[in-house]
């Protein structure tokens, strides 16, 4: 069965660094490109940032550039987001997703909740 | 870029059909075939309904379908089911390497 799940959301200061993991499993990993959106609470969906499949290229959403870094490891089917000088307009639940060839995002995880907050 | 534009809300009773719209510009939606549509439940994750403008995944009901004309993409639900109720999220390649989101549609199936 195919399975994305992430961890390391918690509550940080403003300022203040987290990483987030994404764990895959049920599929070839290394094939695929990999993103990261956000949904703030009570609002929609925010693309983040991706990451081709063996990872050379990644992109960064305006918003994030400069300040979070997606990066992935295939040999443990990991994806992950670096996330440092966090902001509150970073709070959000952070999904990863699984790219089609294409267009579209086919597999999601469940979503991990990340708090900025002094 | 600008988020692609949604309607906030869309509704019709049971059996009917909907359409919500999605517009965006010649640099995103009108550029490229790679509009695709989610449905998300609240407190759940979004899930694809539609790709590369009119494709539909494994799964997913033949009363979703998915069209596009100019600068704006469109999602229809035939035969509207009470599940059916849920957000509705648009998406397109934004042209530079980045990916566009609407602002989400509530359907309220009466």
């Known amino acids: 069965q195919v399975h994305l799940v992430e961890s390391g959301g918690g509550v940080v200061q403003p300022g203040r660094s987290l990483r987030l993991s994404c764990a895959a499993s049920?599929?070839?990993?290394?094939?695929?490109?990999m993103h990261w959106v956000r949904q703030a609470p009570g609002k929609g969906l925010e693309w983040v940032a991706v990451?081709?499949?063996?990872?050379?290229?990644?992109y960064y959403a305006d918003s994030v550039k400069g300040r979070f870094t997606i990066s992935r490891d295939n040999s443990k089917n990991t994806l992950y987001l670096q996330m440092n000088s966090l902001r509150g307009e970073d709070t959000a639940v952070y999904y990863c997703?699984?790219?089609?060839?294409?267009?579209?995002?086919?597999?999601w995880g469940q979503g991990t909740m990340v708090t900025v907050s002094s | 870029q600008s988020a692609l534009t949604q309607p906030p809300s869309a509704s019709g009773s049971p059996g009917q059909s909907v359409t919500i719209s999605c517009t965006g510009s010649s640099s995103d939606v009108g550029g490229y075939n790679y509009v695709s549509w989610y449905q998300q439940y609240p407190g759940k994750a979004p899930k694809l309904m539609i790709y590369d403008v009119s494709k539909r995944p494994s799964g997913v009901p033949d009363r979703f379908s998915g069209s596009k004309s100019g600068n704006t993409a469109s999602l229809t639900v035939s035969g509207l089911q009470p599940e059916d109720e849920a957000d509705y999220y648009c998406?397109?390649?934004?042209?530079?390497?980045?990916?566009?989101f609407g602002g989400g549609t509530k359907l309220t199936v009466l």
């Open positions: 998406s397109s390649y934004g042209g530079s390497n980045n990916i566009l």
């Open positions: 049920g599929f070839t990993f290394s094939s695929y490109g």
């Open positions: 997703a699984r790219q089609l060839v294409t267009s579209g995002f086919d597999i």
């Open positions: 990451i081709w499949h063996d990872g050379s290229t990644k």
